[in-house]
Structure formats: C-alpha cells, structure tokens
C-alpha cells in the first residue's frame, strides 16, 4: 500500500547535526514532490521544505534556510533532510508528505520525533 | 502568528452541523488552491479536502469545503465523538513561496 516511513530523529545537543531520511512504497515516488513539515509539541503545523521531482526545484521556510538541505533520491525512492545548526524551537516532531494536485498533501509518514537539547 | 487565521476552537452537539473558517488574502488563498486536514490525537494528519471542495477516496460525503474570495470553510455534518481532533487548512503562498498552515481549530463535540 502507498506508505512513507520516517526515520533518522533523536536527540541532538543545540548546534549540531541530524539527517532525516523518508522512504516511500506504493506509489511512482519519481513522480511527485515531495516536502518535510514539522509540528512542535502542542503546536500547529508548520511546513519545512520541498522538492520537486527532479531534485531541481527547492523550497524553504525562512526558519529553516540555510540550515536545512532537502535531497531526494529516486532510484532508492527516499528523500531527505539535512539539519545542521540545530536550535531548540527546531525540536518536533518531522512529517514527510506528498504533494498532490493543488498543493495538497495526500500522504503522510508516521513522524520522527526531533529533540534539540543540552 | 500564522499566515492563515482560524478560529481556535468550536463545538457542537453530536449530529449536528459545525463549520471552520480559514481566512488568508490575495498572495494565498485568494490565488490558490486550499486543502484541510483532520488530525487525531498523537496522529498524522489527514488530507480531507483538496483543491477547495474535492474530498479524497474514503472521505464521507460529511465533509466539504468551499471558497470564497480570501476566505475559505470547512463543513462537517452528521457530527460523532469520533470527529474530535484539530483541523487546518493549508496553501500555497505565492508571495513568500512557501506552504502555509493556518494555526488549527480544535473541534469539541458535545
């Protein structure tokens, strides 16, 4: 069936580095974008990043950018979130979803819990 | 703040009807399509609405959604207990060229 499966968060001290990573099933993954959202505990959603089908098209959040990489590999039907510098209000938990038409995202992972703290 | 304003909470009796609102401007809503979400406690959300009133495969004829201008609804009939959960609406702003979420409405039914 069409999944998304999050791995990669943890505990991270302030300033340092984590790579999430997001593998997809049940579906032509080459075909869509793909984006990241996060939701910090008791807060609302808050979109991250994304990416279109060829890796050549790159959206962020001003929170995010110059910190966060998105990439996708399409040949392993995956892709990924660089997080370097790392801060606490970065802690959430991470979403990767798919985009549908008209902007909508159609597919949700299960989440990966990000905790940013000394 | 979020980008897009929604009530933060609304209740209603079991069966009865309930409608959100999400209201944005030009650069967003008022250019773009608008899609909701249903999220339940401690899960991913869910998509219930895209592109303004199209409901997915497997999502009840309960819900709709419209448009109008800057602004847009969320309509749920029929309400259960079961539909307790926060719902956003999102978009595309094309001003800032980024995906915006409206801050959540908690749905309480009675």
């Known amino acids: 069936q069409v999944q998304l499966v999050e791995s990669g968060g943890g505990l991270v001290k302030p300033g340092g580095s984590l790579r999430l990573s997001c593998a997809a099933s049940g579906f032509t993954f080459s075909d869509y974008y793909m984006n990241w959202i996060r939701q910090a505990p008791g807060k609302g959603l808050e979109w991250v990043s994304n990416?279109?089908?060829?890796?050549?098209?790159?959206y962020y959040a001003d929170s995010v950018k110059g910190r966060f990489t998105i990439s996708r590999d399409n040949a392993k039907k995956s892709v990924y979130l660089q997080m370097n510098s790392l801060r606490a209000e970065d802690t959430a938990v991470y979403y990767c979803?798919?985009?549908?038409?008209?902007?909508?995202?159609?597919?949700w992972g299960r989440g990966t819990m990000v905790t940013v703290s000394s | 703040q979020s980008v897009l304003t929604q009530p933060p909470s609304v209740s209603a009796a079991p069966g009865q009807k309930v409608t959100i609102s999400c209201s944005g401007d030009s650069s967003n809503i008022g250019n773009n399509y608008v899609s909701w979400y249903e999220q339940l406690p401690g899960t991913a959300p869910r998509l219930l609405i895209y592109e303004n009133n199209k409901r997915p495969s497997g999502i009840p004829d309960r819900f709709s959604g419209s448009k109008s201008g800057t602004s847009a609804t969320l309509g749920i009939t029929g309400l259960q207990t079961g539909d307790e959960a926060d719902y956003y609406c999102g978009t595309w702003d094309t001003t800032l060229s980024v995906v915006v979420f409206g801050g959540g409405t908690k749905l309480t039914v009675l």
């Open positions: 979803a798919k985009r549908e038409s008209g902007d909508a995202f159609d597919v």
């Open positions: 990416i279109n089908q060829y890796g050549s098209t790159i």
